[in-house]
């Protein structure tokens, strides 16, 4: 018997040692489970508060447009909405909407009344309940059967979206209503939904509450994007409105068949006000990646072990060698199994990050971008209105008499440059949206830096120091050499201004050979030019940074700029097919750097012009004009003006009826055309009117023609343009050249 202590004390040692060891791997394979099941919650959790957030952005939009506008009508409002591509950027949003409120049945019949009068007959608030408060849908868009089976639906009589409004109402902020069925659901296929409301507020005061816009959500088309169900997805995720209880059930993943899972979890995210409970559990994905084998192949490995230490022992002292042995080897596979963990963390969170700075710079760009369409689209309607202005000033002098009271020239005067002042703070605009009329040539860049020496030193002052280091063999670039002038000097003013006790400003020129990671700052591959700007001023800070570029957002005090100098050097930059970096710190100073591609074309060879000076150039010959226009203003003008100058005048008020003019008319010199007109624009217009009578002169004006040309359009080289708001000189001087094949030197 005393044969058998020793192997019998092994055998107890080695059954401990492999029950010990298999509850550590069992214990350490579920911490890490649960550990990945907290990050993957996590990840959804961020991706449901992202694609929110989006959704929240195109309701604070649309109320940025009642903000804008003392009235917008159904048509504004679904053309605003029409371009934000909701069918295909944003499943699951059936709309976006403005609900009117009124108060007692005077509000109601005002609601009612405003409708018809914009062409909706059969307008009508419902349900037709008499109440003291009416809040009834009357735009939503895009309209569609579902939609309009909402129209005139007054939301506050119904419990849940009551409360949410209310919500918005009193905070001021969105606020997301509790389940509910839709109105839009008239399909047998119906699913939950909710919906979420923005107050829309008219005046400073933040009273009274003139309603709400509102977007309706289809909540399974709305999730399922954000959690698809995908055989191989690691996780289920069912959403809840409030508790994780049946009849709050929003949308899972999960289907009746699941098995049980091992592994759950819950997360709580506010939604619009409102406590959303989304509950996770793990499926056979996800227990794939699971470790929890190794303690089964530890107890296996352990019994082998004990086993062979207990024979070892009956084989005199082979035995302890073998466990010995056994032991190292457990160690390092623990070592390795660590590493590898520790290796896989770092790799995930380095991923994460690079993925936050992509989204960011993501989410920036189209910040910028809506920012820009809402600029160029007001400075197009602003220009059109400037054009009757100053067309309309200018006329009025020349029917003075002479004798006049002095002030009436005077005022004259004065409104004549109020309106040169608007018309270059949209031009402005224009350039931030890229959308201004740029004529790009090649130029050289150390050459237009050097002629602007003079011009620089006279706008900084003695208590700035200039310095230029412009690099030898420096390209060309293919830019507007005026705008690209304006640009640098816009930069220098700003450097003054953040250096008030004086300092040294630097300009400096490079270039960037092409390299195959692709171009600077997120350019095309290519080769660049660099012009910096430098500063030793007081700096920015990241904040402060952050919104630089955007139109009128300045830190100086009030009347001392208007906030659009850096916001018109980024739009010309980006127009011209570069890009503008800003690196700067407080107390450091500031450099903003202008990358420009290298222009590889025929070297500019100017032809000097002499200057026109006199009064406006008038028709010869009995020559006659085609005036195509569909702002009726701008189009009487035009021709009033035309037939001052001596011309034959013909006016049609879009592109179809000009063509209806064309064969009756025995002689036609010029066709003047707007650009952006409804139906076909100016430049098919053109290309039509060139068919019937192949050498007919054109003259374009345009707002901006943003988006309007094809190449083929744009390379009508005899064709020539005319940027609104213009004076009387100027359309009599871009006539006559048009006439003449760009001459306006000829005899008066």
């Not at 280091?469 to 700003?494: F, I, K, Q, R, S």
């Amino acid at each position: 018997m005393p044969y058998f202590v020793v192997p019998s004390l092994v055998l107890l040692v080695g059954v401990c040692a492999t029950l010990l060891i298999s509850f550590l791997f069992l214990r350490g394979a579920d911490s890490r489970d649960q550990e990945r099941m907290r990050l993957q919650a996590d990840l959804a959790v961020s991706a449901l508060q992202e694609r929110m957030e989006a959704h929240s952005a195109l309701l604070r939009g649309t109320a940025g447009l009642f903000a804008g506008s003392d009235e917008v009508d159904a048509r504004e409002f679904d053309a605003y909405v029409a371009q934000l591509g909701l069918g295909t950027r944003y499943p699951g949003v059936l709309g976006i909407g403005y609900a009117a409120r009124g108060a007692d049945e005077a509000g109601r019949a005002q609601i009612e009344a405003s409708m018809r009068r914009q062409g909706f007959p059969d307008f009508r608030v419902w349900p037709a309940t008499p109440r003291d408060v009416y809040t009834s849908i009357v735009y939503l868009s895009p309209m569609n059967a579902r939609n309009a089976a909402a129209i005139g639906y007054d939301m506050f009589t119904e419990p849940y979206r009551r409360e949410a409004m209310a919500r918005a109402a009193t905070t001021g902020q969105l606020a997301a209503s509790a389940r509910v069925e839709l109105v839009q659901e008239i399909d047998a296929d119906k699913q939950p939904g909710f919906l979420m409301y923005l107050p829309v507020r008219r005046d400073a005061d933040q009273t009274p509450l003139a309603g709400f816009v509102y977007s309706p959500l289809r909540a399974h088309d709305l999730l399922e994007t954000v959690f698809p169900r995908r055989p191989d997805r690691l996780m289920d995720v069912t959403i809840y409105d409030g508790a994780a209880r049946r009849e709050n059930r929003l949308y899972g993943t999960d289907g009746p068949d699941e098995p049980d899972a091992r592994l759950r979890t819950t997360r709580q995210v506010d939604i619009g006000g409102r406590t959303w409970t989304l509950a996770f559990a793990a499926r056979p994905a996800f227990e794939a990646g699971s470790n929890r084998s190794l303690a089964w192949w530890s107890a296996a490995a352990g019994a082998i072990v004990t086993l062979a230490l207990t024979l070892a022992v009956l084989a005199q002292a082979r035995g302890a060698i073998h466990a010995e042995h056994a032991r190292a080897e457990l160690r390092d596979v623990n070592a390795s199994l660590e590493d590898r963990v520790e290796a896989r963390t770092r790799e995930l969170r380095e991923e994460m990050g690079r993925r936050e700075a992509a989204e960011d710079q993501i989410r920036q760009m189209q910040k910028m971008e809506a920012i820009g369409q809402l600029s160029g689209g007001i400075a197009h309607d602003f220009n059109n209105m400037l054009a009757i202005v100053i067309g309309s000033l200018d006329m009025a002098r020349r029917r003075l008499a002479g004798g006049e009271d002095p002030r009436v020239i005077r005022y004259l005067d004065n409104a004549a440059e109020g309106a040169r002042r608007a018309a270059v703070l949209t031009g402005r605009l224009l350039a931030f949206a890229r959308r201004q009329q740029l004529s790009p040539e090649p130029v050289d860049p150390n050459r237009l830096v050097n002629g602007m020496a003079e011009l620089l030193q006279r706008a900084l002052g003695e208590r700035v120091e200039i310095r230029t280091t412009l690099a030898e063999g420096l390209w060309p670039v293919h830019a507007d050499a005026a705008e690209l002038e304006n640009a640098l000097l816009n930069l220098a003013v700003n450097a003054r201004d953040a250096m008030p006790e004086g300092g040294r400003l630097s300009i400096e020129t490079s270039n960037i050979p092409a390299s195959g990671d692709g171009g600077p700052a997120g350019l095309p591959p290519g080769d660049f030019v660099a012009i910096r700007v430098a500063d030793t001023g007081v700096g920015m800070s990241p904040e402060v940074m952050a919104r630089a570029f955007e139109p009128f957002f300045t830190t100086k005090a009030v009347g001392k700029g208007t906030g659009l100098g850096l916001s018109q050097v980024y739009g010309f930059v980006r127009q011209s097919g570069g890009e503008v970096t800003f690196h700067s710190a407080p107390g450091e100073g500031a450099c903003v750097t202008i990358l420009l591609p290298r222009w590889t074309g025929e070297a500019l060879v100017r032809e000097a012009r002499p200057a026109l000076e006199g009064a406006p150039l008038r028709a010869v010959e009995g020559e006659a004009v085609l005036v195509v226009e569909d702002e009726a203003d701008v189009r009487r003008l035009s021709v009033e003006t035309l037939r001052e100058l001596g011309y034959q005048v013909f006016e049609a008020e879009d592109a179809g009826q000009a063509l209806e003019m064309l064969p009756g008319l025995s002689r036609l010199d010029l066709l003047f055309t707007d650009i952006v007109m409804p139906g076909l624009n100016g430049f098919q217009l053109a290309q039509r009117a060139r068919t019937l009578r192949p050498d007919l002169r054109v003259l374009f004006t345009t707002g901006y023609a943003h988006g309007a040309a094809t190449d083929a359009q744009a390379a009508m080289t005899d064709s020539m343009t005319l940027a609104k708001p213009f004076s009387l000189d100027q359309l009599a001087r871009k006539v006559r050249e048009a006439l003449d094949g760009g001459v306006t030197d000829r005899a008066r």
